[in-house]
């Protein structure tokens, strides 16, 4: 079975330009979370959605950041307009809350990185 | 509010050396409490969990034990290898489906 993936693996941008970051969960899994880890402050949950709605976006860090899921199987993290603060490894992760006893299954991550 | 405190990184030891990494925790109630591990270039991974006190969730060799009187969850191993090198985390579960992570702890075990 595929995993959770992520896209880009990778991502290289200048202050000031948008950037979206892309998921693809785990088919059949109801919860998808968003995650960025830094050195200085380790990993943080950003929002997370059940059944593609999203339940908890308190970790969202200012209105720059947006997080939406179309539908079960995809979801986009969007930062507009990027600051070189949040160059980090942002994660996404999903689990299906009801069987998996709260196991999240995480993506390979995407370093950001913000000139 | 919920937290995690893991014990500073970074640990290097040699093979086949025993391991702890320290875990403490503040909560509310009693939490599930999990370890998740990082290895390079990848994201986290589930390493072993435990649901009420007392408990002891292993896999791979590690085991950690849910303790109440100690606010503690301390991963153990008795004889690490090479490829156990990796970051872990200790985790809490707030609610139904936040997790709570630490800072986590790089490994580094030497031939």
């Known amino acids: 079975d595929a995993g959770v993936i992520q896209s880009p693996r990778h991502e290289v941008t200048e202050m000031g330009q948008e950037v979206t970051l892309r998921c693809k969960p785990i088919?059949?899994?109801?919860?998808l979370f968003w995650y960025r880890q830094t050195m200085m402050r380790g990993l943080e949950l950003l929002i997370y959605f059940n059944n593609n709605v999203p339940i908890d976006d308190s970790g969202m860090p200012e209105d720059r950041f947006s997080a939406k899921m179309p539908n079960a199987s995809f979801s986009t993290l969007k930062i507009q307009p990027s600051e070189p603060r949040d160059s980090a490894v942002y994660f996404c992760?999903?689990?299906?809350?009801?069987?998996?006893?709260?196991?999240?299954?995480f993506g390979p991550g995407t370093r950001l990185t913000v000139l | 509010g919920n937290s995690v405190t893991q014990m500073e990184g970074p640990v290097t030891l040699s093979e086949e050396a025993f391991l702890t990494i320290n875990c403490t925790y503040t909560a509310t109630g009693y939490p599930s409490l999990f370890w998740y591990v990082q290895y390079p270039g990848e994201g986290l991974q589930l390493l072993l969990k435990?649901?009420?006190?007392?408990d002891k969730g292993s896999n791979k060799g590690f085991e950690a034990t849910y303790r109440k009187e100690t606010t503690s969850f301390h991963l153990e191993k008795g004889s690490v290898q090479v490829s156990d090198s990796a970051v872990y985390f200790c985790?809490?579960?707030?609610?139904?489906?936040?997790?709570?992570f630490g800072q986590g702890t790089r490994l580094t075990i030497n031939p």
């Open positions: 992760a999903s689990s299906y809350g009801t069987r998996s006893l709260n196991e999240q299954f």
């Open positions: 985790a809490l579960l707030q609610g139904a489906q936040k997790l709570v």
């Open positions: 435990a649901t009420k006190a007392d």
């Open positions: 088919s059949g899994h109801d919860y």
